[in-house]
């Protein structure tokens, strides 16, 4: 089992940036991809980015695609998520998840993630 702790969140006006960081310890972090979701009120939990285990292959929601970029450092057992442009409508509860297995990607699907973290708030004002 893996424990992720996410931070960043915060209040920002629209246009601007956040970055998150999503630290993960109890297993080889480098042998598993990771993702990030998110969810606003009244809605579904929902795909945010995908990294694979090597940091090589990235993998996005349409929506955020442009204006998010997802990165890892496996020396630092961390994963990040740099939002740029941010909008209201990107105002949600962010959940750092660390894939089941080790060695397999993901274009996304929560049910290949077996791990989660607290999340963390995310409000984009206009």
């Known amino acids: 089992q893996v424990q992720l702790v996410e931070s960043g969140g915060g209040l920002v006006q629209a246009g601007g940036s956040l970055r998150l960081s999503c630290a993960a310890s109890?297993?080889?972090?480098?042998?598993?991809?990771m993702g990030w979701f998110r969810q606003a009120p009244g809605k579904e939990r929902e795909f945010v980015a995908t990294?694979?285990?090597?940091?090589?292959?990235?993998n996005y929601a349409d929506s955020v695609k442009g204006r998010f970029t997802i990165s890892r450092d496996n020396a630092e057992n961390t994963v990040y998520l740099q939002m740029n442009s941010l909008k209201p409508e990107d105002t949600a509860v962010y959940y750092c998840a660390a894939h089941r297995n080790q060695f397999r990607g993901s274009y996304g699907d929560r049910e290949d993630f077996g791990s989660w973290g607290q999340g963390t708030q995310v409000t984009v004002s206009s």
């Open positions: 109890g297993r080889t972090f480098s042998r598993y991809a």
């Open positions: 990294i694979a285990w090597s940091g090589t292959i990235t």
